[in-house]
């Protein structure tokens, strides 16, 4: 019992230590001025928070209050240990991508933003040469793949994508991992970040391509690793 005292109140030290200077010690290039954090209390937890940060005057500053999130059903996995299927978010740091969805460019957002439609599909087909990638293909998708998302779904409304395992591409090491909406408070995702509609929405008005954002995720204990 008091093992489990004393990770909970290690989980709760890190998460009131300063993000400036986990921020500044966590690697993320000189350019960067926007931060989006997501924790969990533990490993295998799919309960999660989601924080976001912007530098102005040399100092990092909340953007908002903290936003209740989900990752993957079974919690977060080391990019080492992360495997296509496994239910897992892949813990770390990675620059945001594209802004996407079936519904049109929301009015504020600045990050580019693609539409969806029906013939649009992320291959996680580990053996196929488009593993990993966004495919626009009018034919018959299961005779080109073994497995593929349907980009077309009421989750992907709004999303972003989290570039995770894309430069380069390794054939089984996790797949379209996403930020999107959630189904509820109570639910989880195959390996993404999913939130309410409305505060995906407050964080694709925020933001800003140019100050080159990056997502840092894990477990609250293993990302305070980083602080210095």
């Not at 496994?86 to 996407?100: E, R």
């Not at 013939?119 to 080109?144: A, I």
């Not at 779904?153 to 996403?178: C, H, T």
């Not at 694709?204 to 954002?213: C, M």
Request: one cysteine or more.
């Amino acid at each position: 019992m008091q093992a489990k005292n004393d990770c909970m109140e290690e989980n709760r030290r890190s998460e009131e230590r300063p993000i400036e200077h986990f921020a500044v010690s966590s690697g993320p290039d000189k350019e960067v001025k926007q931060i989006i954090v997501v924790t969990t209390p533990d490993w295998k937890s799919r309960q999660a928070r989601l924080q976001a940060f912007e530098k102005a005057g040399g100092k990092w500053l909340s953007a908002f209050s903290p936003m209740p999130a989900v990752v993957g059903k079974n919690g977060f996995a080391l990019p080492e240990d992360k495997k296509e299927g496994d239910y897992k978010s892949p813990a770390g740091i990675y620059k945001i991508g594209t802004a996407f969805g079936t519904a049109v460019k929301p009015g504020g957002v600045t990050l580019p933003y693609r539409p969806v439609t029906r013939q649009d599909y992320w291959v996680d087909d580990k053996t196929s040469p488009d593993y990993n990638t966004w495919v626009h293909y009018g034919g018959d998708p299961k005779k080109r793949w073994k497995s593929f998302e349907r980009l077309a779904i009421p989750l992907y409304k709004y999303a972003l994508v989290i570039r995770y395992n894309d430069n380069p591409v390794v054939p089984g090491k996790g797949s379209a991992i996403f930020m999107h909406i959630w189904r509820s408070p109570q639910s989880y995702t195959a390996g993404c970040v999913a939130l309410s509609e409305s505060n995906l929405l407050a964080v694709l008005r925020w933001l800003d391509p140019k100050k080159e954002p990056v997502i840092v995720q894990g477990p609250a204990a293993y990302l305070a690793s980083y602080i210095k």
